[in-house]
């Protein structure tokens, strides 16, 4: 998979999250913070939840 990095939000640091990157395979990764307390999110084996603030919404913008 190849990626192309689109931002990070501020005050992430150098190495820190969260981060946006879009692929290859016309999907994006989202770098954010794991939830921790995600019981009644029913999130099925394989797959994790991360929480990214508000404002990282608008590095999806004009973006398909």
Do not use: H, N
Request: glycine residues 14%; contains cysteine.
């Amino acid at each position: 998979m190849q990626f192309e990095f689109l931002g990070k939000g501020p005050g992430s640091g150098q190495d820190g999250c969260p981060s946006l990157f879009k692929t290859d395979r016309d999907t994006y990764l989202v770098q954010g913070w794991k939830v921790k307390d995600a019981e009644g999110l029913d999130i099925p084996e394989g797959e994790a939840v991360v929480e990214i603030p508000a404002r990282m919404l608008t590095l999806f913008q004009g973006r398909s």
